[in-house]
């Protein structure tokens, strides 16, 4: 069946290393990749999203990794910063369905000042 | 910055009873989306909504469930009879392209006793 879930429940990481948030996915029809952060009581905010032609994408402060072998994603955050303390969901869906999400469990991301 | 809006941010309602949770869309927007969150769990896909009827349903969204978009703002989801185990965080999204990139709301928790 399908499922999308994170390696770890909880990162803690201090201010101004890099954090590492991984992703295993296993339905492989799977072609479009998105993580979502989620403040304490707010909604999801997308973050960044990488489709399966690629397997870098980079944004502002973020990098998305995606690996189709052994179907694994990652969100790389460069210079944690106390404002990127949320929960982290990575998402998948397929082309042409693209709004029905299947997301992960979440990672939980502390900061430590 | 355009935002989606959730009415109520909480409600209490006795088992059995009927509830409604009303959105406002960001207003370019095209795509709706009802999705929940069980308190510490995933967010779940409930439904989908493009061109005033469902495009995808999940297996949670049953009889109990509808949605409607009656004058064009408003985006409601209304279960009919609710269950404890109704008890969640619902969030409304909206997207203006079949994207994965979508909008949250701050979501309306809903609390069933």
């Known amino acids: 069946g399908e499922s999308v879930g994170l390696h770890l429940p909880t990162l803690s990481v201090q201010e101004g290393d890099n954090s590492i948030i991984n992703c295993a996915y296993s339905?492989?029809?799977?072609?479009?990749f998105i993580w979502y952060k989620q403040e304490s009581g707010k909604g999801p905010q997308f973050i960044i999203d990488?489709?399966?032609?690629?397997d870098k994408r980079q944004g502002q402060r973020v990098t998305v990794l995606l690996n189709k072998t052994v179907k694994h994603l990652s969100l790389q955050i460069a210079a944690t910063q106390p404002g990127d303390s949320a929960v982290y969901f990575c998402?998948?869906?397929?082309?042409?369905?693209?709004?029905?999400?299947?997301f992960g469990q979440g990672t939980t991301l502390q900061v430590k000042p | 910055e355009p935002e989606v809006t959730q009415t109520p941010s909480h409600q209490v309602t006795q088992m059995g009873q009927e509830v409604i949770l009303r959105c406002v869309p960001i207003?370019?927007?095209?795509?709706f989306y009802w999705y929940r969150q069980i308190l510490g769990q995933k967010v779940e896909f409930l439904v989908s909504?493009?061109?005033?009827?469902?495009?995808?349903k999940s297996e949670i969204f049953d009889d109990q469930f509808s949605v409607e978009r009656p004058d064009g703002s408003n985006f409601t989801l209304k279960i009919r009879s609710t269950k404890l185990e109704d008890s969640a965080m619902y969030f409304c999204?909206?997207?203006?392209?079949?994207?994965?990139?979508?909008?949250f709301g701050e979501g309306s928790r809903l609390t069933v006793l």
């Open positions: 998402a998948e869906t397929r082309s042409g369905n693209t709004g029905k999400l299947i």
């Open positions: 339905n492989s029809a799977s072609d479009y």
């Open positions: 990488i489709r399966s032609n690629m």
């Open positions: 207003s370019n927007h095209l795509y």
């Open positions: 909504f493009y061109n005033n009827e469902i495009s995808e």
């Open positions: 999204a909206g997207g203006a392209m079949n994207t994965g990139e979508l909008f």
